[in-house]
């Protein structure tokens, strides 16, 4: 069974860091690019980031551009969101997702079940 | 960047209805449409991939069509468990990017 755990959602304050985990399990994770996707309370959902399978192609959002950072570990079957410079605006359930597919463009057929971070003082 | 424009934002329906929530991207996407359900406090389920196709396991009463920049997604026969808020998803560009969502509830 494929799973997807979240972890390291905190309380931080503004300007603050953190970093969130994606443990994979039940698949090839080595094989797939790897998404993240957030969603503020009471909002919609937006793409934060993406990383293909080596780790060697990083995407991002303009929002987040030059504060968050993607990567993964491949023999730890972990994928990674490490957020400096937090602001406000950045509290939300952050969602780890796949394709399991090789293309980029795979849709995202498999979710963790999120992680929340807050950003206030 | 693809912005991708949903309408309505919401709507109120009963069982056994035909329900109906357009997509448009503000250029083409190429197909890279999707459909995902989203109830409250858990994540976004892929309905419908690549504009048209059913995922494994979705009922048949849900069902995509369109190209180019516009696309809809149907729902035959509401069924209770359908109530719920639903986004489309270009995944041709980056910024990969969502549909503000639409509420489907009940009337």
């Known amino acids: 069974e494929v799973q997807l755990v979240e972890s390291g959602g905190d309380l931080v304050q503004p300007g603050g860091s953190l970093r969130l985990s994606c443990a994979g399990s039940?698949?090839?994770?080595?094989?797939?690019?790897m998404h993240w996707v957030r969603q503020a309370p009471g909002e919609g959902l937006e793409w934060v980031s993406r990383?293909?399978?080596?780790?060697?192609?990083?995407n991002y959002a303009d929002s987040i551009e030059g504060r968050f950072t993607i990567s993964r570990d491949n023999a730890k079957n972990t994928l990674y969101l490490q957020m400096r410079s937090l602001r406000a605006e950045d509290t939300a359930v952050y969602y780890c997702a796949t394709g399991l597919k090789i293309l980029a463009v795979a849709p995202f057929a498999y979710w963790g079940q999120g992680a929340l971070v807050t950003v206030s003082s | 960047d693809i912005q991708m424009t949903q309408s309505p934002s919401s709507l109120s329906a009963s069982v056994g209805d035909r329900v109906t929530i357009t997509c448009r991207g503000s250029q083409t996407i190429n197909n890279y449409l999707n459909w995902y359900q989203q109830k409250p406090g858990k994540a976004p389920r892929l309905l419908v991939y690549a504009a048209s196709s059913l995922q494994s396991g979705v009922p048949s009463r849900f069902s995509g069509s369109g190209s180019g920049t516009d696309f809809t997604l149907t729902i035959s026969n509401l069924q209770p468990e359908d109530f719920a808020t639903y986004y489309c998803h270009q995944s041709y560009r980056t910024p990969q990017t969502f549909g503000q969502g639409t509420k489907v509830e009940v009337k």
């Open positions: 990383i293909n399978s080596d780790g060697s192609v990083t």
């Open positions: 039940g698949f090839t994770f080595s094989n797939y690019w």
